[in-house]
């Protein structure tokens, strides 16, 4: 087994440095390393093994569990989520990993190889994090069966002398030594009787030495402590159970729909689509959904000038029962359909456009999905006509809407304002083949120009046309007409997710949340009274207390024991020391160590 | 208008207040170095006496270090270190108000890019000072307190600074006063725990012999708590700090996913909230390491803040991700 285990059955894992649980106090001593005699446990100084095979094997699993390698393993956890934040990453910013690649072909190839533009799903950045769990289960595990024992253990015995401890106190009073005991293990004990504060053994103790036959208290607070840190560990497997789950199950597909359309949860639906190995289709709920209406709020004064305000998606829900409900969808308000969440994840325009070719036909009737280029919606667009009539040359169209068109002197335009004041389509026009016919798939943002004509005009500059709403333009060489519809339809881009693991995840990181703050905010301490008859016939009273760590309360909880002493009770002058002369040898305090066998 | 300009004034006030007690602050801790009885061997010595006379167990020997404590006739005034505290005071009071009228100004929570961030952590890092001060006597940590709140507020107001105005929509959520309101107090008190563990490694270093530290520029040192004190105050407020961090993560996490439509993403904030998060998770581990704990820790400490510092600054400022607020 790795680390070792106390007498009082508290798994300690290796390297770990915790006085408390072997009853020493903090300040001054030694390394442990002097008494424990084990060579192996030295931090300096990890001895080679001569152990053969399952020697070695358990040696590594030691050195893997312990304190200082889970150390390690989190420092280099942190190291090796550096470059992820400095480099572009696959699945964030693709086009800035192509970038990269394409202005440091040999760096970017090597970086590549070795995972840096996928840093979080690298095999070196996963066997970090997995070594790292690897060694918290090993460590956690045996720790929790320790304190399972400890649980149901009693409180350390009543070390022989407490002139040494950090906290003490003592007095004199007239009541007898078993009331004294009584009282302050009441006190210890709490109000609340099914809810003790302390863990309490009230004792006997034979006469020793110069010390007549006296009444114990031993007492114990703050097993939370540990159960806080437990839970808190535990819980951090459980969140990367519950993300590696998540990630295996969820789905999520984009789809841009416009007002008045709609689209349907299914795979062929969405534009794009991406999932876990373990989703299943049918797992998605075939609901459907339809844009209303959207709006949207632009601040108009000058200080934030048509900075964005609000969006809202107005949409109708169709359940497959047929049930149909109305949602609204904002950006940081999703709505929830079925388990799958649906957010707003952008907006913009889609211009109804016509086209007539040369012999009067349409080739071409849609919205054309516009995407902003700019917080003021300048935005791209291209439209394809490939079904002229016979013999004609197929048109390509790629150019700009402007909500607010504002022209400038050159020709160039841009928008103003992001709403539709003065709306404008600014188009340049090709001929030629679309290259669409022979079945490869395109983008239908982009127009592969590199095989076709653009219409100049007699200076050689290309041909802009420009459309407002209602409008209809002639196309430049007679290739026919352009229509722009009379209403500016809106378009949302929606991004549905579904992710089973969603509540796990929350309830485990909330979990470790909660096993932090116990755990590092318990204090834990030791109490211990001691009561016998003194020589001149009154009780004689003494309480001592240890604690874990730094805890500034302990003196405080020890008076308040002392303060619970029954009779007529004198405190001796100069009791104590001040503080400083109070620190504790190392020698003096073994014995506290001393703990009844689990067998008593 | 007029009270976006008032809050600037304020804090420019508030930065002067701050630089008058580092004055303060540093003037009195040169005179400690300068005083020519070792007030703590005096105080030591008195101590003794005070024991062996059978003195009352509450003789004013503080645990920090019998000269920290107030009441103790030291040898040296400390009249300069008073002064710098009511100035400091002064700083936190006008902070506050500079930072309310901000809010007003712009109409919501005054916590909603880098100026406004560096503003408040400002503010809580004093106000974590002067609180902790009112319960145990830390004036040795001042000069270090205000030298940070003047950089910060300085550089806040001549680098930092934007209009007061509205957010947009994917801020627009009461997650906005919690997550990034947390994160301020987390980033404040790490900011005074990291001054905390800077001078328990001087101090450190000049009880071993550091030639460097053992000059008597670094005198001063002397009259600071033992480190085993700085160093259990440092873990004090590094404890508070860690879960309001985690919280912070958590708060984000959920916001995320109802704003970005994923909890976590690595985006660089997240990368590096993630960073600070495991590198106090370390210090904690290594504070309960045998080899690790003391010294060693402490540089967990100073690790952990500059990666703090570098979240707030080099990620809003050198990378591009969805955290985009600082409003530059
Ligand atoms: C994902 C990796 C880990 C993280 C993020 C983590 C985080 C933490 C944190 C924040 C604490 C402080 C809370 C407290 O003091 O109770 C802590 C404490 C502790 N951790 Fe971990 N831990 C990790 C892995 C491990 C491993 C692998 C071990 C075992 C070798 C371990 C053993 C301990 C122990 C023994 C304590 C208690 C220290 C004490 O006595 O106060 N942890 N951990």
């Known amino acids: 087994m790795a680390g070792r285990t106390s007498r009082e059955g508290t798994y300690v894992p290796e390297g770990i440095a915790d006085e408390f649980t072997q009853g020493e106090p903090a300040q001054g001593a030694p390394s442990s390393d002097e008494r424990s005699g084990d060579k192996q446990q030295k931090p300096d100084r990890p001895s080679a093994p001569a152990l053969g095979l399952v020697g070695t094997l358990r040696w590594m699993w030691r050195q893997l569990t312990s304190m200082r390698v889970a150390l390690m393993l989190l420092m280099l956890l942190a190291v090796a989520a550096v470059p992820g934040s400095v480099l572009p990453q696959r699945n964030q910013d693709a086009a800035g990993v192509i970038e990269y690649l394409a202005d440091h072909p040999t760096a970017g190839e090597w970086l590549d190889k070795a995972g840096f533009f996928d840093v979080y799903s690298s095999v070196w950045f996963s066997a970090i994090y997995i070594l790292l769990f690897v060694s918290l289960v090993g460590c956690i595990l045996p720790r929790s069966a ?38 302050v293990a009441a006190r210890l004990r709490g109000k609340i009787s099914w809810l003790p504060t302390f863990r309490v053994d009230r004792g006997e103790e034979a006469a020793r030495g110069k010390r007549p036959a006296s009444a114990t208290v031993s007492a114990e607070r703050g097993y939370l402590r540990e159960t806080g840190n437990l839970v808190f560990h535990l819980a951090l497997v459980g969140l990367l159970v519950s993300v590696a789950t998540g990630q295996l199950l969820h789905y999520r597909g984009q789809a841009i729909v416009t007002e008045g359309r709609g689209f349907a949860n299914a795979v062929v639906d969405y534009d794009t689509f991406e999932k876990g190995s373990w989703f299943r289709p049918e797992s998605l709920v075939p609901f459907s959904m339809t844009l209303d209406r959207f709006e949207s709020e632009f601040a108009s004064d000058t200080v934030a000038f048509a900075q964005a305000r609000d969006f809202t998606a107005h949409v109708t829900v169709t359940e497959p029962s047929g049930e149909q409900r109305p949602e609204q969808i904002k950006v940081n308000h999703p709505i929830v359909v079925d388990g799958a969440k649906v957010y707003l994840q952008g907006n913009g325009f889609a211009p109804d456009i016509t086209v007539r070719d040369a012999e009067g036909e349409v080739a071409f009737a849609g919205r054309v999905t516009f995407i902003p280029q700019d917080t003021m919606y300048t935005s791209r667009g291209v439209v394809k006509v490939p079904d002229v009539s016979p013999g004609l040359d197929q048109i390509g169209f790629v150019g700009y809407f402007l909500p607010t068109a504002e022209v400038e002197a050159d020709g160039s335009a841009r928008s103003a304002f992001p709403q539709p004041v003065d709306p404008l389509l600014v188009l340049e026009v090709y001929t030629g083949d679309l290259g669409l016919d022979d079945g490869s798939p395109q983008n239908v943002y982009e127009l592969d120009t590199a095989s076709l004509t653009p219409a100049l005009d007699e200076n050689g500059d290309r041909v802009k046309v420009l459309a407002r709403p209602g409008e209809t333009v002639e196309l430049p060489d007679g290739l026919g007409t352009l229509t722009l519809g009379d209403e500016l339809p809106r378009y949302v881009a929606l991004d549905l997710r579904h992710d089973p693991s969603l509540t796990f995840v929350l309830v485990f990181a909330l979990l ?18 001691r009561a016998y008859a003194g020589q001149d016939g009154a009780t004689v009273v003494e309480i001592a207390g240890l604690a874990r760590g730094d805890d500034a309360g302990l003196q405080a909880e020890v008076d308040r024991a002392l303060a619970a002493v029954p009779g007529e009770v004198q405190q001796p002058e100069a009791a104590d020391a001040p503080a400083e ?17 689990e067998k008593d | ?42 105080a030591r010595d008195r101590a003794k006496v005070a024991v062996g006379a059978g003195a009352p167990v509450d003789e004013p020997v503080s645990p920090y270090g019998p000269d920290a404590g107030a009441t103790a006739p030291g040898p040296v005034n400390r009249k300069l270190a008073g002064i710098g505290m009511s100035v400091t005071w002064l700083a936190v009071m006008l902070l506050f108000v500079a930072i309310v009228l901000r809010g007003v100004a712009a109409g919501r929570t005054p916590w909603a890019n880098m100026y406004e961030f560096a503003l408040v952590g400002t503010f809580v890092a004093v106000a974590v000072f002067v609180g902790v001060n009112t319960r145990r006597d830390v004036r040795f940590l001042g000069a270090f307190v205000a030298g940070l709140g003047v950089l910060f507020l300085v550089l806040a107001q001549t680098r930092f600074f934007v209009e007061a105005m509205g957010v947009q929509p994917a801020l627009q959520k009461y997650w906005l006063v919690i997550h990034v309101g947390v994160a301020i107090a987390a980033t404040g008190i790490f900011t005074v725990a990291f001054v905390t563990s800077v001078l328990q490694l001087l101090r450190d270093g000049r009880d071993n012999g550091s030639v460097l530290l053992g000059s008597r520029r670094w005198g001063w040192l002397d009259h600071t708590p033992a480190p085993s004190a700085l160093e259990s105050l440092s873990f004090r407020l590094n404890s508070v700090a860690f879960v309001l961090w985690t919280f912070t993560l958590i708060g984000g996490a959920i916001w995320a996913e109802d704003a970005w439509g994923r909890y976590w993403g690595w985006d660089p904030k997240e990368v590096w909230s993630f960073i600070v998060w495991v590198v106090y998770a370390a210090y904690l581990h290594a504070r309960t390491t045998r080899g690790w704990s003391g010294t060693r820790a402490a540089w967990f400490v100073v690790a952990g803040y500059a990666c703090v510092l570098f979240n707030f600054t080099g990620v809003n400022l050198i990378f591009n991700g969805k955290h985009s607020y600082s409003g530059l």
């Not at chain 1, 400890?150 to 007095?171: I, Q």
């Open chain 1, 146 to 183: 320790a304190h399972y024992r400890a649980l149901r253990g009693r409180p350390p015995r009543v070390p022989s002398r407490f002139n040494r401890f950090p906290a003490k106190a003592s007095a004199t009073t007239d009541a007898s030594p078993e009331q004294v005991a009584d009282a």
């Open chain 2, 1 to 42: 208008m007029e009270l976006a300009n008032l809050s600037v004034l304020l804090v420019w006030g508030a930065a002067t207040a701050l630089a008058v007690a580092l004055v303060a602050f540093a003037v009195d801790l040169s005179r400690l170095s300068g005083a020519k009885v070792d007030a703590r061997d005096a």
């Open chain 1, 512 to 529: 470790a949340l909660g096993g932090l703050t116990v755990s590092l905010f318990t204090p834990r301490r030791r109490v211990w009274a």
């Open chain 1, 581 to 597: 002369t109070s620190v504790v040898t190392p020698d003096s305090v073994v014995e506290p160590v001393e703990t009844r066998s």
